[in-house]
């Protein structure tokens, strides 16, 4: 589900009148938010309506991705609001449907800039008040006890205030435009661990624990110019922990047992 409001080429052209937009296509990915990518003859765009009264963090965003571009990290300019709709450049590239060498070394690569970047600097929001865990809680062990079991140790996780981190680095928040990467939907991120953020990474590109060579091969990318470097026992550990915070929180959002049993 990429799409909880409608909206039509005749509408879109109606409300930003100097882009002169050919076609609109909705998006399948993302399950809060509707997204979808329009085209020009000359250009491609983001649209998306925040499906939440989250004022605040748009305006967050709006100046974070300012930041991150002028820092040189590939994520996309905000451009354009009006009657709730936003745009934003669409970045070069496309989703990867399988995970190769090149996806690894370039997520690693990206996130060791972006968490050298931001290491110490303050951002007004820590990541994990954005993710309603007590909600997920509560909404599983009423619904699914059996998974409430299994993850209740969750409501007693903390991490340590490193800098911003993305914290939802799956697939369909990234492009790849042959070996460059761009990365979007920094709606959410916060302050919060570097070393989750990275573990968020490579269960979002499907890496098991056991996947010693994917493993090694984004350790050693991204620990040559990263500001605090990980280590293998503690990234394995956390990539336990990230596949069942998603989980849980997928049970929340999706109400869908099916897709979030995926990451498990």
């Known amino acids: 589900m990429g799409v909880i409001t409608k909206l039509t080429l005749e509408q879109l052209n109606s409300i930003f009148k100097?882009?002169?937009?050919?076609?609109?296509?909705?998006?399948?990915?993302?399950?809060?938010?509707?997204?979808?990518i329009a085209k020009t003859k000359h250009k491609e765009y983001i649209i998306k309506k925040y499906e939440r009264d989250i004022k605040d963090k748009i305006e967050t965003d709006?100046?974070?991705?300012?930041?991150l571009n002028s820092s040189g990290l590939n994520v996309p300019a905000f451009l354009e609001e009006k009657d709730?709709?936003?745009?934003?450049e669409k970045l070069s590239g496309d989703i990867p449907k399988n995970t190769h060498t090149a996806h690894i070394q370039a997520l690693?690569?990206?996130?060791s800039k972006l968490h050298a970047t931001t290491y110490k600097r303050g951002f007004p929001t820590?990541?994990?008040q954005n993710c309603k865990v007590q909600e997920s809680l509560?909404?599983?062990?009423?619904n699914y006890f059996h998974y409430y079991k299994k993850f209740q140790h969750i409501k007693n996780f903390h991490m340590p205030s490193e800098g911003l981190i993305h914290g939802d680095i799956f697939k369909d928040n990234t492009v790849f435009?042959?070996?460059?990467?761009?990365i979007f939907d920094f709606i959410d991120s916060g302050h919060g661990s570097f070393l989750?953020?990275?573990?968020?990474?490579?269960?979002?590109?499907?890496?098991?624990?056991?996947?010693?060579?994917?493993?090694?091969?984004?350790?050693?990318?991204?620990?040559?110019?990263?500001?605090?470097?990980?280590?293998?026992?503690e990234l394995i550990y956390e990539m336990d922990l990230a596949s069942k915070f998603y989980t849980l929180l997928r049970i929340y959002r999706n109400k869908d047992i099916k897709k979030a049993r995926e990451l498990l």
């Open 196 to 233: 989750f953020d990275c573990a968020v990474a490579l269960v979002g590109f499907n890496v098991r624990t056991t996947d010693n060579y994917y493993i090694n091969l984004f350790l050693n990318t991204y620990n040559q110019r990263a500001p605090k470097k990980l280590n293998r026992s």
């Open 84 to 88: 709730g709709w936003y745009i934003y």
């Open 177 to 182: 435009d042959s070996h460059t990467i761009g």
């Open 138 to 142: 509560d909404y599983t062990k009423s």
């Open 62 to 67: 709006k100046k974070l991705l300012q930041y």
């Open 126 to 128: 820590p990541f994990l």
């Open 18 to 36: 100097n882009y002169d937009f050919i076609s609109i296509e909705a998006t399948t990915y993302g399950v809060i938010d509707t997204t979808y």
């Open 108 to 111: 690693a690569r990206f996130l």
